[in-house]
C-alpha cells in the first residue's frame, strides 16, 4: 500500500505523456480541413497576423486575466481560391455595391469575431453559414470577448473564432426578446444592433446570411478553461495503472524485432534508473509510434498510468 502510494506521487498519465503528440494531431486534422477548404495558414508574427493577433488581445482588455493566459495557436486566411468561396465572395462584392448604392454610398462594412463550437466553424469554412431559425450574432472587433465565451473547446484544448467581414448597411436596434424577428422590420434597414451607439452585438438576419457575411480569417486558440464563464468543469474519472513492462508486452506483437529490442534496452536503463519516467515515456513514444501507442492504450483503459 505504501509502495503503490509512493508511486502515485511520481506517476505520470499516458494522456499527459502523448498529449503533444494527440494535441498536433488534433490540430493538425482541423488545419489541414482549413487548408483543403481555400485558408491559408499565415505567419503570426506577419504583418497581417500582427494586426489581428493585436485586435484580438485588444477585445479582450476588459477581462485582462483571459488576455493574459490566452495563447494564439495559428491564423488561417481565406484565399477565397474554392469555388464556393469565389461564389460567396463575389457575391458580397455584388450586395457591398447593391448596399452602397442604396444607403448613400456606404455599405458600412466592418469586422466582427464569430465563435462556435469546432464542427460548427468546420461547417461553414467547407459550407459557408448554414441557415438558421432567425440570425446570427457576431461580435464587434473590440468586443471579441463575447465570441470567445460562445465557442467551444475542441479535443486538444483549442477554440476557434472566425474574423468575419460584415455588411450592416442601415442598422435597427433590436431587443434581445425579440424572438420572433428573422429579417428587417422594413426596406429601411439591413441588420440590427443591441444598442446604435456602443453595440456588442451585430445581428445578421437569416435572409442575408450567406450575402452579407464573409469570413476572413480563422484565429484558432488556447484560453483558460478554468475560468469563469468559459466552461463548465470536467468531470475527473477515475484512473487505471498498467505497467511499464505490461505496457511493452502490449505492445510487442505489433512491432519487428529491432523496435522490441529497443524498448527493452529502454527499459532496463529506466529499471537501472539510467533515464528519468518521461524520458522512458518519451522513447516509448518514440520507438512505438504515436498513433499505435494510442490506439493501443484506448483499447487497454481510457485513462492509464505508469508505475513500475
Known amino acids: 500500500m505504501n509502495q503503490i502510494g509512493a508511486e502515485n506521487q511520481t506517476s505520470i498519465t499516458i494522456d499527459d505523456a502523448m498529449s503533444e503528440s ?3 494531431d488534433s490540430c493538425y486534422n482541423c488545419f489541414q480541413h482549413f487548408v483543403t477548404n481555400g485558408f491559408s495558414k499565415i505567419d503570426e508574427s506577419s504583418f ?3 494586426i489581428i493577433k493585436t485586435s484580438f488581445f485588444s477585445s479582450l482588455s476588459r477581462n485582462p486575466q483571459i488576455s493574459y493566459r490566452t495563447k494564439i495557436v495559428a491564423i488561417h486566411k481565406n484565399s477565397n481560391t474554392s469555388q464556393c468561396w469565389k461564389i ?3 457575391s458580397f462584392g455584388v450586395y457591398t455595391k447593391a448596399v452602397a448604392d442604396t444607403r448613400g ?3 458600412n ?5 464569430y465563435g462556435a463550437s469546432k464542427n460548427e466553424i468546420c461547417e461553414t469554412v467547407m459550407h459557408g453559414f448554414t441557415w438558421r431559425r432567425h440570425s446570427i450574432s457576431v461580435s464587434p472587433a473590440k468586443h471579441g470577448l463575447d465570441s470567445v465565451l460562445c465557442s467551444g473547446v475542441d479535443g486538444s484544448g483549442v477554440r476557434h473564432l472566425l474574423l468575419c467581414r460584415v455588411i450592416l448597411g442601415k442598422q435597427e436596434v433590436v431587443r434581445e426578446d425579440s424572438s420572433d424577428q428573422f429579417h428587417p422590420s422594413s426596406m429601411d434597414f439591413d441588420s440590427a444592433v443591441d444598442d ?3 453595440p456588442t452585438r451585430y445581428i445578421i438576419w437569416n435572409t442575408h446570411l450567406n450575402c452579407n457575411i464573409l469570413p476572413c480569417y480563422i484565429l484558432s486558440f488556447e484560453a483558460p478553461l478554468y475560468l469563469s464563464g468559459l466552461t463548465e468543469p470536467k468531470t475527473i474519472k477515475p ?4 505497467t511499464f513492462g505490461t505496457l511493452i508486452s502490449i505492445l510487442s506483437p505489433f512491432l519487428d524485432h529491432s523496435q522490441r529490442a529497443s524498448l527493452e534496452e529502454q527499459y532496463t536503463n529506466y529499471l537501472e534508473k539510467k533515464i528519468t519516467r518521461p524520458q522512458m515515456i518519451q522513447r516509448v513514444r518514440a520507438i512505438a509510434g ?6 493501443v492504450v484506448k483499447l487497454y483503459t481510457n485513462k492509464v498510468q505508469f508505475w513500475t
Request: hydrophobic share 40%.
Open 105 to 107: 454610398g456606404d455599405a
Open 88 to 90: 460567396r465572395a463575389h
Open 239 to 242: 484512473k487505471t495503472w498498467i
Open 290 to 295: 504515436n498513433q499505435l501507442l494510442s490506439a
Open 196 to 198: 446604435i451607439s456602443s
Open 109 to 113: 462594412i466592418k469586422y466582427a469575431w
Open 22 to 24: 494527440n494535441e498536433l
Open 48 to 50: 497581417e497576423g500582427d
